[in-house]
């Protein structure tokens, strides 16, 4: 079956410190990977994906086919880092995206 | 071009009645798919439309159903509602197969059931 798991609910680091929010996925294809970010009281936005290999806000995730993971990461987190943080497979180019649960990222000054 | 937008952005209902939700699409965007997001379940995939077909289908009851108009405006329908079905329904729109496929979301529907 095909699924996301985000193994941390919240995670809580100091401005500066880096981060790691993890992603692991179940997909025996080849699979489209994504972040997308929701801000306080804003909608829900594409962070980064795995195909582009661009780096979005300072953040990088690079897809590892063997551990099955696309971990989020960012050497520098800022207070504006802060938010909810959805790790997202699509399988397939048509097929519909599948999140995990969410990290909530909290960086405190 | 404008976003996503979902009408309305509130609505409270009571048990066993229905309630209709639209969404519009980003400007030239055919595709259309919906998510609940509960904080115990996060966002499920409802369904996605396409060219006013339903082209993929998520594990929701058949209370749950939509319906694409030929200017890929979007509904999604719930009847006989439940407690449970109080919910944050996202929709969001895509130019499937375009460049990208990236899918840009609306701000949602606060739905309270109660």
């Known amino acids: 079956a095909q699924r996301v798991t985000q193994p941390e609910k919240l995670l809580s680091v100091f401005k500066g410190a880096p981060v790691e929010l993890k992603c692991n996925y179940s997909y025996s294809g080849s699979p489209e990977l994504f972040w997308y970010v929701q801000y306080s009281r804003q909608r829900l936005q594409l962070l980064l994906r795995h195909i582009s290999r661009e780096s979005i806000k300072g953040f990088t995730a690079d897809l590892n086919k063997g551990e099955t993971s696309f971990h989020l990461k960012k050497p520098f987190a800022q207070e504006e880092d802060s938010a909810m943080y959805y790790c997202a497979l699509r399988a397939g180019s048509q097929g519909n995206l599948i999140f995990g649960k969410g990290t909530k990222l909290s960086v405190k000054p | 071009k404008a976003g996503v937008t979902q009408t309305p952005r509130y609505l409270i209902k009571t048990r066993g009645q229905q309630v209709t939700l639209s969404c519009s699409p980003i400007?030239?965007?055919?595709?259309v798919s919906w998510y609940q997001q509960t904080p115990g379940q996060g966002l499920q995939f409802l369904f996605e439309?396409?060219?006013?077909?339903?082209?993929n289908k998520g594990n929701f009851p058949g209370r749950f159903s939509g319906r694409q108009f030929s200017n890929s405006r979007s509904e999604m329908n719930v009847s006989t509602l439940e407690l449970g079905d109080s919910a944050l329904y996202l929709c969001?729109?895509?130019?499937?197969?375009?460049?990208?496929?990236?899918?840009?979301f609306g701000p949602g529907t606060r739905l309270t059931v109660l």
């Open positions: 969001a729109s895509r130019d499937r197969g375009g460049k990208g496929n990236e899918q840009f």
């Open positions: 400007s030239g965007h055919r595709s």
């Open positions: 439309y396409f060219s006013e077909t339903q082209r």
